[in-house]
């Protein structure tokens, strides 16, 4: 692992992690258009073409975070995480239920689900949610500016409190700010390129003790911003260097080619990683320095 540090750029005429995270994201195919329907069947559908895969890989590693925050914390119940980007609640349904990603794949492509209108599909969920649920759930809270997203995620019971608000052009309102109190772990799969600072400092300032704060982000862009941002707070980021986790299928050659030289840029090398088709994300880990060696970052990587 390393410490967020500077990310070497080169090439492509970028000068700054700011600047190289903006040409990433330009770069990328858009899918803004199945992140706020009335429920996530689009998303599943169009994404499933893709071979998204982030939230599989997050399930275990976002387990063992909860574990081990509920110990440095002393918690008595479940930890409370605030899901950023939380979209359909799709990292709580992992978290908390007995489910796979393929699971959800497969439940939102079949004929049964195709045939429901979004009030029925929101019943059969909420059925087969509570049906999974398991024992040891955690309280999720969910943040997206999706308020479509974010009541069906509500709707079928996959979050306790959600919340459709933009930090990055307005302050929390004092309905999360209140929520955000009992967070213990902050979760991001999907959305770090487009967050800065200004997402995380608010939330960390609400809660009553400090947080972890834990990211699966595009090695296209630079966390450097956001760990810069949580030093503050008390926070320390480590960067897993490896294992990476492949995110979702190039939707083109010229998407792949941005890709792989923006990696190169961020002093990476894309060779077996984003040169056989794949963006790829990396675990970045914001934590007091005692939870550092307490709770050593390569072991929260791996099934043990």
């Known amino acids: 692992m390393t410490h967020t540090g500077s990310t070497g750029e080169r090439g492509l005429g970028i000068s700054s992690p700011e600047e190289l995270a903006a040409s990433s994201q330009e770069e990328m195919t858009s899918f803004d258009e199945i992140y706020d329907q009335p429920d996530p069947r689009d998303f599943f559908r169009v994404l499933g073409r893709w071979n998204y895969q982030t939230p599989q890989h997050a399930q275990g590693v976002f387990r063992r975070m909860a574990a081990a925050r509920a110990r440095t914390a002393h918690t008595a119940g479940p930890v409370t995480v605030l899901d950023i980007c939380c979209s359909y609640g799709i990292n709580a349904a992992l978290l908390n239920h007995n489910l796979t990603l393929e699971d959800l794949y ?122 810069e941002g949580l030093t503050p707070h008390g926070l320390i980021t480590e960067k897993a260097a ?8 190039f939707t083109s050659a010229h998407e792949q080619r941005h890709a792989v030289h923006a990696v190169i840029a961020a002093g990476e090398d894309p060779r077996g990683k984003e040169t056989d088709g794949y963006f790829h994300t990396a675990v970045h880990l914001s934590r007091p320095t005692k939870d550092t060696t307490a709770f050593p970052l390569d072991t929260l990587l791996l099934d043990v």
């Not at 490896?242 to 299928?249: I, M």
């Open 106 to 227: 497969a439940h939102y492509a079949s004929p049964q689900a195709a045939a429901l209108t979004t009030a029925e599909l929101i019943e059969w969920d909420r059925a087969y949610y509570a049906a999974h649920r398991r024992p040891e759930a955690a309280r999720v809270i969910g943040l997206d500016i999706a308020a479509n997203a974010i009541d069906y995620a509500l709707a079928v019971g996959l979050l306790d409190e959600g919340f459709a608000e933009n930090l990055e052009v307005a302050p929390p309102t004092a309905a999360l700010r209140r929520a955000a109190q009992p967070t213990r772990l902050i979760t991001i799969t999907g959305g770090a390129s487009f967050l800065s600072p200004r997402t995380f400092q608010p939330l960390l300032a609400a809660a009553h003790r400090q947080v972890w704060v834990v990211a699966f982000v595009l090695r296209t862009g630079s966390y450097q911003p956001i760990a």
């Open 242 to 249: 490896a294992p990476t986790y492949p995110q979702r299928r």
